[in-house]
Nanobody, 115 residues
């Protein structure tokens, strides 16, 4: 059974940093593309960053230069390093694993950027 467990969310002041983690089990992690999405209250879920099985990365324009996605295929974990956080980054952040037509989601972790 596939399981994705996010951690690392919390409350941070504007300009601060957080690192999110997503630990995967039940899949051959190295074969999967991994991604982070987020959903703010009253808004649709949006793609934040992706990393392919071979390490190619892509970012939403809104986070380019501030966020970094990475993966550790030994620890079966994907990370999202978030720097220079802004109030508009406040959302529930979700981890996603995908391979061909298969897609699985984590439960999400709340990130709140506020004074």
């Amino acid at each position: 059974q596939v399981q994705l467990v996010e951690s690392g969310g919390g409350l941070v002041q504007p300009g601060g940093s957080l690192r999110l983690s997503c630990a995967a089990s039940g899949i051959i992690f190295s074969s999967y593309a991994m991604a982070w999405y987020r959903q703010a209250p009253g808004k649709q879920r949006e793609l934040v960053a992706t990393i392919t099985s071979v390490g190619r990365k892509n970012y939403a324009d809104s986070v380019k230069g501030r966020f970094t996605i990475s993966r550790d295929n030994i620890r079966n974990t994907v990370y999202l390093q978030m720097n220079s956080l802004k109030p508009e980054d406040t959302a529930v952040y979700y981890c996603n694993a995908s391979l061909q037509s298969f897609s699985s989601w984590g439960q999400g972790t709340q990130v709140t950027v506020s004074t």
